[in-house]
């Protein structure tokens, strides 16, 4: 099997605590590619994100983030310029090894489950 996954329950150990990442990875670009963004797109996705929070006055100050505070399309378009930056350093890396590699035919569902939302306020 060609397919590789992410659980990562806590994004972080500062504003991103309360987020969890779950990914599933399919080999068609190859196995090598399904390894790489399950070991490592959560973290350039967490990277976007904290770039999204120092653009935002009101997030700065926060010590963890809450669903309710974000702007969804700018959350969405933070985790799109994630996947994209993760796809072109990858093309690059092999370039030479294999031509084909393309990780932007990734599809994506982004899921608010976030329960502290509702049960701490």
Known sequence: M?????TVLK????RWSHWSYFGIFDGHAGFRTAIKS?????????????????DNVNLKSSQNILS??????????SIKDAYFKFDNE?????RNNNPGI?????KYKIKFNNYYDYYFR
């Not at 060609?2 to 992410?6: F, I, L, P, Y």
């Not at 994004?11 to 500062?14: A, C, F, G, M, V």
């Not at 990858?90 to 092999?94: F, H, I, L, Q, S």
């Open 38 to 54: 399950a070991e490592k797109l959560h973290l350039r996705i967490v990277s976007s994100l904290n770039g999204l929070v120092q």
């Open 11 to 14: 994004l972080d150990d500062n």
């Open 90 to 94: 990858w093309r690059e890396e092999n």
């Open 2 to 6: 060609e397919d590789a996954h992410a």
């Open 68 to 77: 309710s505070q974000l702007d969804f399309n700018k959350f969405e378009m």
């Open 102 to 106: 393309f990780l932007n035919k990734i």
